[in-house]
């Protein structure tokens, strides 16, 4: 009995080692080539793979649509029932502990849907839906609107804009384990699951882990795009975050000196480049900093602020 038991513990730690071991990071989709696929494992696109872990079906970078810089993650129509299958997922590392947050822009055209679901699991194999399906104007017959198909909550529906780009914003605390794991989600800024939702379908069902968002091409009617993908353990804002504790960050782009100006003193400030590492990290108990950037490599950076234990993040360009 002992063995068996060793054996099967052996079988899910080999089962969750089989995913890289996915830390924060950030994706402006600039490190690739326009019209190239962004499925690369291992590599320095690590985090995107697809529903196979072999890059056959994976998405494109796209000069059609950019929220930031010249390119996107594109993920065109297809006709699975053709067998022509669009199946990126980007890969969360099957996470069973810690608190995780993750923020990206989507753009859905006109006349087009656009879909994800969250997997409890990678690679995938026969699949772990955790809460349902997410479409956006599913089947073309919901203009503006999208679904959570099967959450704790059970279906929830939310709105959208088209043609313009539009965040969406989920975390999830595992701090107690998977079995007692919550979440939330935002769309567009509006909250669509509250904070402290259980992380389970409408059954109650328990998922392996956090495992990744699988970007399935639905359909020929299919067409959406992916910007600034940021997953991080600490919570991540914009602009509206930024101006809600007071904050001004300039320039930005920056080619030197960063600027940070508070309305109260600024405790901490933390810079992160787009491999979540911390690369530079201060003190500051003043209302405002300035921060030598120039040895810095070109690219895109996440700075977090902290006021009157109050955080906000926003991302630079150098």
Known sequence: MRKNYLLLLLAACFTFSMSAQIN???????SYTDGADVCSTPGPDEWWIDWFSDCSTAGAASSNQAFSGALSFYVRPSDPGGGD???????LGNKIFGTWYLSFMYYVPSNREGYFNIQGLTPIAGGEWVVGNIPFNSGLATPGEGQIDNSALGAVTFTFPHDQWFRIYM??????GISTATWFMEVDGNEVIPAGTAFTDSGGTVPTGLGGLNFFSVSGDNEYYIDDV???ENPIGGIDDLKAIGVSIYPNPVRDRLNIQGQENISNVAIYNVLGQQVYASNVDALSTSIDMSQMASGAYIVQVEVNNRTASYKVIK
């Not at 924060?24 to 600039?30: L, Q, R």
């Open 171 to 176: 975390g999830f605390d595992i701090s107690g």
């Open 85 to 91: 299958v669009i199946d990126p997922v980007l890969d």
């Open 24 to 30: 924060p990071f950030f994706d402006d989709m600039e």
């Open 230 to 232: 940021t997953y991080s």
